[in-house]
């Protein structure tokens, strides 16, 4: 057995340097398989996230290791970024985008000493990652843990933001004397930075204060967070997710039992990154800034959008090409899935408007990291049904925090599935008629986790 | 050779002859001091034999025949000396005393050395570092401390920037730093080992793992102790220095005791200033131009200045009928240091951010030996006062790291917009703190073997902050934690078969209060009233440390503590700023420290001196506080918590010690360990960014009569080498990319000479520091100084 493994990779080996070496001369026929023409193939990168100090916290380093789409779909292949990938430059771990193709890797550093800075790699097989182009760092326009994400503009542009709050207060003239003192609202001033990836240059950047609704800045509601930046079908808007928090206006300490207002959306044309408005869910009522997966997508000129944390479990909100939330769109998981209190922690649909989602709910089990046992369903933002995919050895040490990449492929989406410190398999979904392939082996490490395919 | 020699004495020892007597005394040093490591030789007809004297200058020899001796003593320091004895009873006893070689500072160092080796061997995994010879040369007090076996400084850049201490591995809380068995902390950030020069410093006491009773806190790592000049001898001390990067500083100190009357003037100051403006490079030392577009430069750090002043006053009575020591009087301080970075080295350097802090407190000291009876001792060491520290952040103007302003991607000047150099928003936060703390001891003497010491020491710190940059509203409703510990200890010390075995067995008491000081409004929110949850709690640790003289070259010791750690104010209480929630229910740390050394020598042949020291230590930390889950970021509050997570740091140091004929000294010491983390989930890790190999070595050559008669020069080498290692946890054997994580191997040297003019009151000294240029690091990214020099003037006088 082992000695087949090793053959298959060997394979795998020479048909990486063979499509390397697609042009020239020197290939051998006889080691590619004539049933998978080259030319279909891509490049799969798997990452994984080595445990810092506590398992499944992520911390020791974000490793990738590239394979060819065929010997992702392998289950006699066994892939170990662990042990012999390459730890992309990022104090934690690590936000990572691809090409559409497959074929390049963007990164942005996330904290520590190169924290945002820009770097992008050609993939080149296995722990092959080629530095190309110059460095550029966005570290001073949205600070050295930037939340960026690859617009679909066809690999063109890369999107940070930041925001930072200050709240107001009213000293009634008496600077002095805090009990005349009124709390008038929290102010939000916010960043936003665009990357050319292809020439490693700053595009745009813009900062200036978000207001809410007067109301809701009385009561002490503000924007605390900000993420996913997501362009519409007209190319002429972008979507950002918010996170809202609120303090208590007579002390101005932070409140932890609140309203929780309608999921809220940052407006603002492009590419000037000018005119933010606020527009505001009735659907929904969480954050919609996601974690490290990208939350929201364009499909069928729309944008959907994942919302987190919510009272009645996620939804996926629908924003159309008014650029204002359909509230005739109701897709709750709660309902979809029939679970309480779903929570979708990653997801991606395909352009057939049918995508994979990883979720966890109430009734999750804690594992040995203690964020909840965690899920895939199968989506279709048609039909607004989620089904639980039943095909995937799921375990109490299943999680899938931090999960941050799906790749697409036509109709296919490739993703990885381990529990924490266990192997595990990538997974491919034919998302039109619902297959699933159990596809290469997933070696991992004590304590660490995969957080995605691209 | 030695060993020959032990045997021909222990044969000889067991010969029998008819009648016969013994002899046995103590050799003093004509300083008073009693005179260790003295060669004595019985010589006579047919009869030869030596010994050497232990650490309190006694010797004892047996079974002499009846006859007349001629005894010689003799060693390295002192002048030989002779004397013709009889031996016609059963016991004799000979008491003498030697003439040191006259060299004042050699004479300063053998007695120091001789307090130093008394305390080495007395159980306790223990370093006493020398002042003396640093004070003339440009070395700093953590520079010193740097370069002592099992001790790892690493610092954020250059003179006065952030240290952090580490003791065999065991970093942070977890090591205690006081200033004559006061913490440290009690005189704030600007009297500090950064500030003080080695010039005040009587000497420093490093203990690993074990913490003496007398010296309680709840450290779970062990303690580096900072003895202030003690002398009563009426002297003057002063120096100046300047080098690279604008570094100047100046110290001085002085004692002027009225020998009628007992009544003692002290006084000491300091001044450092340096711009820090070292040159540095490095993949984010860069200069960016349109659309970003970045150029690596070498660049001068350019806010990374640091000034610090302070002193301490003193008068009173020394040496008088009812008190060796009282003294009462202040102490000041005064700092200011720029930030040029945060944490690590960015492409966005930081200008107009520096921290300000002061301290002005009162000091009240009192020794007194042989209190009302004799044995009983009793000292009091008190200090009150307040201090304070700012932390200043509130330019918001962007600079390059040519120390110009920075251009943006269109090419104009801009301003961040969190509004301030760091990406945590502008701050002006001011934090008071009175602070008290006092330090007594009693302790008893029933005789030679047994001895009793009772020690207490009480510390409270009363703190409040108030940021300017924030609402008063918002100031209001910040919560207020005031401290307050009491750790009393009880040591019992033994000291048996003649010295050979000595033993310290102690308990701690530790009690910590902490009032939490939280405002409201009242019901009808016309006032503002203040909660106070208050949270006491008790705990106890025990010790015991031993040697035992199993030659008179040869000791073995050994020790072991249940330290203690008490939970910190923020973790008991939690911090609505910083989004942590009480746990009144935390415990504190606990660790089981052991240590196991071995210690050769002092072995003298002919002009060589010679001792090595090793010790085996373990340290076993558990019930480790920290957050439920560093998981996940949308989760709004955390609480700090115990786990069931041990940290283990296991290791092994040795050190080497060589003198040759007084003018040629050498020294070399490693130390390796590992650091490893058991987590919650039973999986055993080795601890990131851990150095966990260090060696250095020094070399002294000193020279007589150069260009002047009775002059002295005295040439210095020292070498520090730190292997690499790596800020995150080790990565897979096959593996590429993480060498970005790595802080790489360092070696650096250091060479110095210092020259003291014939009539020893002046010395000049000059170093170079990093000779050969090397890029060196103590933490990821961060670069400190490159070649430096340095030259100091020293003036003394110690006869008036």
Same mark, same amino acid.
């Given at each position: 057995?082992?000695?087949?493994?090793?053959?298959?990779?060997?394979?795998?080996?020479?048909?990486?340097?063979?499509?390397?070496?697609?042009?020239?001369?020197d290939v051998n026929d006889d080691t590619?398989?004539?049933?998978?023409?080259?030319?279909?193939?891509?490049?799969?990168?798997?990452? #994984?996230?080595?445990?810092?100090?506590?398992? *499944?916290? $992520?911390?020791?380093?974000?490793?990738?290791?590239?394979?060819?789409?065929?010997?992702?779909?392998?289950?006699?292949?066994?892939?170990?970024?662990?042990?012999?990938?390459?730890?992309?430059?990022?104090?934690?771990?690590?936000?990572?985008?691809?090409?559409?193709? *497959?074929?390049?890797?963007?990164?942005?550093?996330?904290?520590?000493?190169? *924290?945002?800075?820009?770097?992008? /790699?050609?993939?080149?097989? #296995?722990?092959?990652?080629?530095?190309?182009?110059?460095?550029?760092?966005?570290?001073?326009?949205? $600070?050295?843990?930037?939340?960026?994400?690859?617009?679909?503009?066809?690999?063109?542009?890369?999107?940070?933001?930041?925001?930072?709050?200050?709240?107001?207060?009213?000293?009634?003239?008496?600077?002095?004397?805090?009990?005349?003192?009124?709390?008038?609202?929290?102010?939000?001033?916010?960043?936003?930075?665009?990357?050319?990836?292809v020439n490693s240059s700053i595009k745009n950047f813009q900062s200036y204060e978000v207001p809410l609704s007067d109301e809701e800045e009385a009561n002490g509601y503000y924007i605390s967070r900000i993420d996913m930046p997501t362009l519409n079908a007209a190319g002429d808007k972008l979507y950002i997710g918010a996170r809202l928090s609120k303090v208590d206006p007579a002390t101005v300490e932070s409140d932890s039992d609140y309203e929780i207002l309608g999921s809220k959306t940052i407006v603002v044309d492009y590419p000037s990154l000018l005119n933010a408005?606020?527009?505001?869910?009735?659907?929904?009522?969480?954050?919609?800034?996601?974690?490290?997966?990208?939350?929201?997508?364009? /499909?069928?000129?729309?944008?959907?959008?994942?919302?987190?944390?919510?009272?009645?479990?996620? /939804?996926?909100?629908?924003?159309?090409?008014?650029?204002?939330?359909?509230?005739?769109y109701d897709f709750n998981l709660d309902d979809a899935l029939g679970v309480t209190g779903a929570y979708i922690l990653a997801w991606r649909p395909a352009a057939n408007g049918k995508g994979v989602l990883a979720y966890r709910h109430d009734g999750s089990q804690e594992g040995l990291a203690g964020r909840g046992e965690s899920f895939f369903a199968l989506v279709d933002l048609n039909a607004?049904?989620?089904?639980?995919?039943?095909?995937?050895?799921?375990?109490?040490?299943?999680?899938?925090?931090?999960?941050?990449?799906?790749?697409?492929?036509?109709?296919?989406?490739?993703?990885?599935?381990?529990?924490?410190?266990?192997?595990?398999?990538? /997974?491919?979904?034919?998302?039109?008629? $619902?297959?699933?392939?159990?596809?290469?082996?997933?070696?991992?490490?004590?304590?660490?986790?995969?957080? $995605?395919?691209? | 050779m030695l060993f020959v020699r032990i045997f021909i004495f222990f044969f000889l020892s067991s010969s029998v002859f008819a009648q016969t007597g013994d002899f046995f005394g103590k050799v003093k040093l004509s300083n008073n001091e009693p005179a260790m490591d003295v060669f004595v030789i019985v010589k006579g007809d047919h009869f030869y034999k030596e010994v050497i004297t232990d650490f309190n200058g006694e010797f004892y020899i047996k079974s002499i025949p009846f006859n007349t001796y001629k005894i010689q003593f003799h060693s390295l320091n002192t002048i030989k000396k002779e004397i013709t004895v009889t031996l016609n009873t059963k016991k004799k006893e000979i008491n003498t005393s030697l003439e040191l070689t006259k060299n004042q500072l050699d004479e300063v160092k053998i007695t120091s050395k001789t307090a130093e080796t008394k305390k080495e061997t007395e159980g306790f995994a223990v370093n006493i570092i020398k002042t003396k010879e640093a004070s003339i040369r440009n070395v700093q007090t953590n520079e010193l401390l740097n370069s002592t076996v099992g001790v790892k400084l690493r610092q954020n850049g250059g003179l006065g920037s952030n240290v952090e201490y580490s003791l065999n591995g065991l970093s942070g809380r977890s090591i205690s730093i006081f200033i004559d068995g006061i913490p440290i902390s009690v005189y704030g950030s600007s009297f500090s080992l950064n500030s003080i020069p080695p010039s005040m410093i009587e000497n420093i006491e490093v203990y690993k793992g074990v913490v003496p009773g007398h010296l309680a806190d709840d450290a779970l790592g062990g303690a580096i102790n900072i003895v202030m000049k003690k002398g009563v001898k009426t002297n003057l001390n002063a120096s100046v220095s300047y080098g690279s990067f604008n570094t100047f500083q100046a110290s001085t100190n002085g004692l002027y005791r009225y020998k009628n009357s007992g009544f003692t003037i002290k006084a000491s100051g300091f001044y450092n200033y340096s711009d820090n403006d070292y040159k540095i490079s490095g993949k984010t030392i860069v200069d960016k131009g349109l659309g970003g577009v970045q150029t690596l430069i070498t660049a001068r750090r350019f806010n990374d200045a640091y000034r610090s002043t302070g002193g301490m006053l003193q008068f009173g009575y020394t040496d008088v009928k009812w008190a060796d020591q009282f003294l009462v009087g202040i102490t000041g301080s005064d700092d200011y240091k720029e930030v040029q970075h945060g944490a690590f080295v960015n492409t966005t350097p930081y200008k107009g951010r520096f921290l300000e802090s002061d301290a002005l407190l009162t000091n009240l000291t009192y020794l007194k030996k042989d209190f009302l009876v004799k044995?009983?001792?009793?000292?009091?060491?008190?200090?009150?006062?307040?201090?304070?520290?700012? +932390?200043?952040?509130?330019?918001?103007?962007?600079?390059?790291?040519?120390?110009?302003?920075?251009?943006?991607?269109?090419?104009?000047?801009?301003?961040?917009?969190?509004?301030s150099q760091s990406e945590n928003g502008p701050t002006l936060l001011n934090i008071d703190r009175k602070v008290a703390s006092i330090r007594s001891g009693i302790s008893y003497n029933f005789n030679k073997q047994h001895k009793l010491l009772l020690n207490h020491i009480y510390s409270g710190v009363d703190r409040e902050d108030t940021d300017e940059m924030v609402s008063l509203l918002e100031n209001t409703f910040q919560q207020t934690s005031d401290l307050y510990k009491n750790i009393f200890s009880l040591s019992y010390e033994l000291n048996a078969f003649n010295n050979k075995l000595k033993a310290n067995i102690f308990g701690k008491h530790y009690r910590q209060k902490v009032l939490n000081t939280s405002p409201e409004w009242n019901e009808s929110e016309t006032e503002v009233i203040e909660a106070i949850y208050e949270s006491n709690k008790n705990y106890n640790g025990y010790g015991l440390a031993t040697s035992y003289a199993i030659l008179p070259n040869l000791t073995v010791l050994a020790s072991t503590e249940k330290a203690v750690r008490l939970p910190s104010e923020t973790e008991v209480f939690g911090d609505l700023g910083d989004n942590t929630i009480a746990n009144?229910?935390?415990?504190?740390?606990?660790?089981?420290?052991?240590?196991?050394?071995?210690?050769?020598?002092?072995?003298?042949?002919?002009?060589?001196?010679?001792?090595?020291?090793?010790n085996l230590f373990s340290r076993n930390i558990k019930d480790l506080i920290g957050f439920d889950i560093d998981g996940w970021e949308n989760d709004e509050l955390v609480q700090y918590a115990n786990f069931d997570k041990k940290s283990t740091s296991k290791g092994l140091e040795a050190q080497i010690d060589?003198?040759?004929?007084?003018?040629?000294?050498?020294?070399?010491?490693?130390?390796?360990?590992?650091?490893?983390?058991?987590?919650?989930?039973?999986?055993? +890790?080795? +601890?990131?960014?851990?150095?966990?190999?260090?060696?250095?070595?020094?070399?002294?050559?000193s020279i007589k009569n150069i260009l002047q008669k009775n002059s002295r020069l005295n040439l210095f080498y020292n070498a520090y080498f730190t292997d690499e290692f790596s800020y995150i946890v080790p990565q897979g054997t096959n593996t590429v990319g993480q060498e970005k994580f790595l802080i790489p191997q360092q070696f650096i040297q250091d060479f110095g000479c210092s020259y003291t003019f014939p009539k020893k009151k002046f010395v000049l000294s000059f170093d170079v520091k990093n000779i050969f240029d090397e890029s060196a690091y103590d933490n990821l990214s961060v670069q400190k100084p490159g070649r430096a020099f340095y030259i100091k003037l020293n003036y003394s006088i110690n006869k008036f």
């Open positions: 057995m082992k000695q087949t493994i090793l053959n298959y990779k060997a394979l795998a080996f020479v048909l990486a340097f063979g499509l390397l070496n697609a042009c020239s001369d590619i398989d004539p049933e998978t023409p080259v030319e279909d193939s891509r490049w799969i990168t798997i990452a #994984g996230a080595k445990m810092g100090d506590e398992p *499944g916290d $992520g911390n020791g380093g974000t490793l990738i290791y590239a394979v060819t789409s065929e010997d992702a779909k392998d289950p006699t292949i066994s892939i170990n970024p662990f042990e012999n990938g390459f730890v992309a430059p990022s104090n934690r771990t690590a936000r990572l985008q691809a090409s559409e193709d *497959g074929s390049t890797i963007f990164n942005i550093s996330y904290a520590g000493d190169t *924290g945002g800075i820009y770097t992008k /790699y050609t993939v080149e097989g #296995g722990q092959t990652f080629t530095q190309t182009g110059t460095e550029v760092s966005i570290s001073e326009y949205v $600070g050295t843990a930037p939340r960026w994400i690859k617009l679909f503009d066809g690999d063109q542009t890369g999107s940070a933001v930041y925001v930072s709050t200050e709240h107001q207060i009213d000293d009634n003239d008496t600077p002095d004397d805090a009990t005349d003192d009124t709390y008038l609202r929290t102010s939000a001033t916010i960043g936003i930075v665009t990357l050319d990836l408005t606020v527009i505001t869910s009735s659907v929904g009522h969480g954050n919609t800034n996601g974690y490290r997966s990208i939350n929201a997508f364009e /499909y069928n000129g729309s944008v959907y959008q994942a919302n987190q944390s919510d009272p009645e479990g996620s /939804y996926i909100l629908k924003i159309d090409a008014d650029n204002q939330y359909d509230d005739s607004k049904t989620a089904t639980k995919i039943e095909e995937i050895p799921y375990d109490v040490d299943m999680e899938m925090f931090q999960y941050q990449g799906f790749a697409v492929d036509g109709n296919e989406i490739y993703f990885t599935a381990a529990s924490v410190g266990q192997n595990g398999n990538i /997974y491919v979904i034919d998302t039109e008629t $619902g297959v699933v392939t159990k596809g290469a082996e997933l070696e991992n490490a004590e304590g660490s986790h995969f957080i $995605g395919a691209w | 044995g009983l001792d009793i000292n009091v060491n008190g200090l009150y006062g307040k201090r304070n520290r700012v +932390v200043n952040d509130t330019t918001a103007i962007a600079y390059s790291w040519t120390g110009e302003r920075a251009i943006d991607y269109k090419g104009d000047e801009f301003e961040y917009i969190w509004g009144l229910t935390i415990k504190p740390e606990i660790s089981h420290n052991y240590n196991l050394g071995v210690r050769f020598g002092r072995f003298n042949f002919k002009k060589h001196g010679l001792v090595i020291s090793t060589y003198t040759y004929n007084n003018n040629l000294g050498f020294n070399f010491n490693f130390s390796k360990l590992s650091l490893e983390t058991k987590n919650t989930a039973g999986i055993t +890790v080795d +601890v990131p960014n851990t150095p966990l190999f260090t060696l250095n070595t020094s070399l002294r050559y």
